[in-house]
C-alpha cells in the first residue's frame, strides 16, 4: 500500500511563515514529480508548486517569491516552505506524488494525503 502522509498545518498569523512536509512510503519503485495543491472551501483544488526528480519546480504565481518547495528522494519527502503568508493562503494544503509502484510496473499513478489545514489570520 502506497501512502502519502502530510504535516505542518497550523494557525499563524500574517506575514508569519510554516512549513509542510509530506512522506511517501509503501512499495514503490520510483517517484517522479511530487507536489502540493490547495483547495479552499467552495473552490477548486489548485496548484501550489511541484517539483521533478530532474530538478524542475513549478510554482503558481500566487506564491512565487514566497514559497519554496524541495525534496529529499533518499526520504521520499517534499517539503513546502511557506513565508509571509496572507489570508488568501489560508486552505487545506494536499501533498500528491506522481509514482511507478512496485506492482504495476507499467503505469504511473497519482497519489494524494489527507491534507493538512493552513489558516492564515489578519
Known amino acids: 500500500q502506497v501512502q502519502l502522509v502530510e504535516s505542518g498545518g497550523g494557525l499563524v498569523q500574517a506575514g508569519g511563515s510554516l512549513t509542510l512536509s509530506c512522506t511517501a512510503s509503501?512499495?514503490?519503485?520510483?517517484?517522479?514529480?511530487m507536489g502540493w495543491y490547495r483547495q479552499a472551501p467552495g473552490k477548486q483544488r489548485d496548484l501550489v508548486a511541484t517539483?521533478?526528480?530532474?530538478?524542475?519546480?513549478n510554482y503558481a504565481d500566487s506564491v512565487k517569491g514566497r514559497f519554496t518547495i524541495s525534496r529529499d528522494n533518499a526520504k521520499n519527502t517534499v517539503y513546502l516552505q511557506m513565508n509571509n503568508l496572507k489570508p488568501e493562503d489560508t486552505a487545506l494544503y494536499y501533498c500528491?506524488?506522481?509514482?511507478?509502484?512496485?506492482?504495476?510496473?507499467?503505469?504511473?499513478?497519482?497519489?494524494w494525503g489527507q491534507g493538512t489545514q493552513v489558516t492564515v489570520s489578519s
Open positions: 517539483t521533478a526528480s530532474g530538478g524542475n519546480s
Open positions: 509503501g512499495n514503490i519503485f520510483s517517484i517522479n514529480t
Open positions: 500528491n506524488a506522481d509514482l511507478i509502484p512496485y506492482r504495476d510496473r507499467d503505469h504511473q499513478y497519482r497519489y
